[in-house]
Structure formats: structure tokens, C-alpha cells
């Protein structure tokens, strides 16, 4: 091999490596400072594409528990009501019962029919209660939209019913009507009105239940689908600890070598000199 001093071949390839090994110093440096494989875009361009896809859908998915959970706190406010009305449609029933005792005087049926318009004006109450401003009952066939799937598709949405708990047909409208007054009116109808009011109060309190366990199942999916999610995009952008401190300390042991070997390569070229001097 030549003896030369315009090039030291030895020191440049010696600075190249040191160069090389201290730019992956630096990148395990950095993954393990940040805890993410992918601090530049020139990590893996396409694993950051999808990660950022991955990151989305299941941001998405926590925004969608959220809208279930207040959702499901809507449809528990109305049950709420509806246990209310049953146990004041249970108490009317019985108000009906005493009400036909022949014992009794017209102070006693008075007393009675007090108690009763009482009860009507509560069960009045109980149709007007809202949620945040939402009403809980409609007078029509209102419903609220429930998002379920991350895509927001309208196929796979629950309608949660604002059930008409005013109705005279299917609801309570019979009992609190303005022409009934008292117990013993005509437009009552007696207990059968009764009866019916608190089976229609039972089948809103059904469909209720219903309601509610289809958007649990809906929260258990969405839950597992954001877990799942981000486990998978874990896999792309997380580094893994354990092998990135097997590289820091390879790129460590290696910069420390080639800074000595450049040292070395840098001092070879004295051996010229000692052959012009010597």
C-alpha cells in the first residue's frame, strides 16, 4: 500500500462511519426519548399514514362511548319519569278502588278526588321533563339519532325513542285530560282507564329497556373495536424499548470506536513525515 499525504483514505472512511453511527445515535436517542418509532416522516412514510388513519378512526370511536354514555343517561332520566308515573298511576288505581267504598261520604270521596287532581297535575309534570334541554317525551313520533360505527353511517344508527307519554291512545293523555276532574267523572272511565294508562307506562318502561341494552352492546363493540385500534397502530408507532436499548448501546459502542479510529487514521499520516525527516 502507497504511502501518501494528499488523501488519507483511511480517515475519510473512518469519518464516514463515525458520521453513520452517530446519525443512529441520534435516532435511537430520539425514539426512546419520544417513545415513538416514527419522529420523522422518513421513519417509515407509510407506516405514519397509516398510524395517522389508525389514530382517527379510533379518536372517533372514544367520541362515539361518549355520545352512547349520554345517550344511555337520556334513556335512564326517562325511565326515571316513567317508574315515577307508574308508581302515581298505581296510587290513582288504588284512589279508584277506595273511592267506590259505599261507607263512604261525600267528605271522604272529596278528600279522595283532592288527592287524585294532585296526581294528575304531577303526571302533567312528568310529560314536560327534558335532559340537557332535550325533551324526554314528544308529542308525536320524534326520536334521537344514535351514532353507533365510527363511519357515522345512518344503517347502523339507533333511534331512541321520545316516547309520547302524553297520548290518550298509548299513553296517560286519557287520565289527565281537562274533562276529568274527579274519580267519579264519566270521562274517566273508570278503572279500566287506569289499568291501561299503567299497561301503556309498562310497555314505554319495555321499550326503554330495550333501548338501553341495545346501546350497551353498541358501547362493549366500540370499546373493543378503540382498544383493538389502538393496539394496532401501538404496533406501528410505539417503539419497543427492549430492542431500541440493544441498538442505543450498539451505536454507542460504535461511535466511541470509530471516534478512536478516526484519532488513529488522523495520526497515520505521520508515518510520511517521519520518512521525509528521517
Keep these: ?18 458520521a453513520y453511527s452517530t446519525s443512529m445515535l441520534q435516532d435511537s436517542l430520539n425514539k426512546l426519548s419520544s417513545g415513538s418509532k416514527i419522529n420523522n416522516p422518513s421513519d417509515d412514510a407509510g407506516g405514519l399514514a397509516v398510524s395517522m388513519k389508525l389514530t382517527a378512526t379510533a379518536n372517533r370511536d372514544g367520541d362515539l362511548i361518549n355520545n352512547v354514555a349520554d345517550v344511555n343517561s337520556f334513556l335512564q332520566t326517562q325511565d326515571g319519569a316513567l317508574q315515577v308515573a307508574g308508581s302515581i298511576l298505581d296510587r290513582m288505581s288504588q284512589l279508584e278502588t277506595l273511592y267506590q267504598d259505599p261507607t263512604k261520604n261525600s267528605s ?3 278528600n279522595y278526588d283532592s288527592e287524585f287532581t294532585q296526581l294528575q297535575s304531577e303526571l302533567t309534570t ?13 308529542t308525536g313520533t320524534s326520536s334521537l339519532t344514535v351514532y353507533t360505527t365510527n363511519d357515522l353511517s345512518t344503517t347502523n ?14 299513553g296517560i293523555g286519557a287520565i289527565v285530560a281537562s274533562g276529568v276532574s274527579s274519580l267519579g267523572s264519566s270521562s274517566l272511565g273508570g278503572l279500566a282507564t287506569i289499568t ?17 341494552s341495545r346501546l350497551n352492546f353498541a358501547n362493549t363493540l366500540l370499546t373493543t373495536n378503540e382498544t383493538n385500534l389502538q393496539a394496532a397502530n401501538s404496533a406501528i408507532s410505539d417503539v419497543d424499548v427492549a430492542k ?6 450498539k451505536w454507542n459502542v460504535l461511535v466511541q470506536a470509530g471516534t478512536s479510529m478516526l484519532t488513529q487514521a488522523n495520526q497515520s499520516a505521520q508515518v510520511a513525515l517521519k520518512l521525509i525527516t528521517g
Design 1 to 18: 500500500m502507497s504511502v501518501v499525504i494528499g488523501t488519507n483514505t483511511a480517515a475519510s472512511v473512518a469519518a464516514n462511519n463515525l
Design 108 to 110: 271522604d270521596l272529596a
Design 126 to 138: 312528568l310529560t314536560n321533563q327534558a335532559f340537557n334541554g332535550v325533551s324526554l317525551f314528544s
Design 157 to 170: 344508527a339507533v333511534s331512541v325513542s321520545q316516547q309520547q307519554l302524553s297520548s290518550t291512545s298509548t
Design 196 to 212: 291501561t294508562a299503567i299497561q301503556n307506562v309498562a310497555t314505554m318502561r319495555a321499550v326503554n329497556g330495550a333501548e338501553q
Design 244 to 249: 431500541e436499548t440493544t441498538n442505543l448501546a
